[in-house]
């Protein structure tokens, strides 16, 4: 069993930064591909980025060259650095876990996070 819990989330302003973390508890994160997902308001959950258990990362097209993935063994935690971010960017963020190697599908990730909040203004 694995447990995590995002933090980081909030409002900023367009172009502005935030950097969201995810907290693991009960089983080694590292033994996982984590990923982060996001949904905004009347849409479906979609892939934002994901920390392969290879180290390799993977990104939307729409996040590149804007997110970054990382991840602290030492701490179990996961972290999504977003620069310039857009209002369009703004929904409810979850991180999770899951040793698939289809790792841009939701249901192929065996635990979630409660979701974090983040919010773009214009």
């Known amino acids: 069993q694995v447990q995590l819990v995002e933090s980081g989330g909030g409002l900023v302003q367009a172009g502005g930064s935030l950097r969201l973390s995810c907290a693991a508890s009960g089983r080694t994160f590292s033994n996982y591909n984590a990923g982060w997902f996001r949904q905004a308001p009347g849409k479906e959950r979609e892939f934002v980025a994901a920390?392969?258990?290879?180290?390799?990362?993977a990104y939307a097209d729409f996040v590149k060259g804007r997110f970054a993935v990382s991840g602290d063994s030492a701490k179990n935690t996961a972290y999504l650095q977003m620069n310039s971010l857009r209002p369009e960017d703004t929904a409810v963020y979850y991180c999770a876990v899951g040793r698939s190697a289809y790792y841009t599908r939701t249901n192929e990730f065996d635990y979630w996070g409660q979701g974090t909040q983040v919010t773009v203004s214009s």
């Open positions: 920390l392969l258990r290879n180290g390799y990362t």
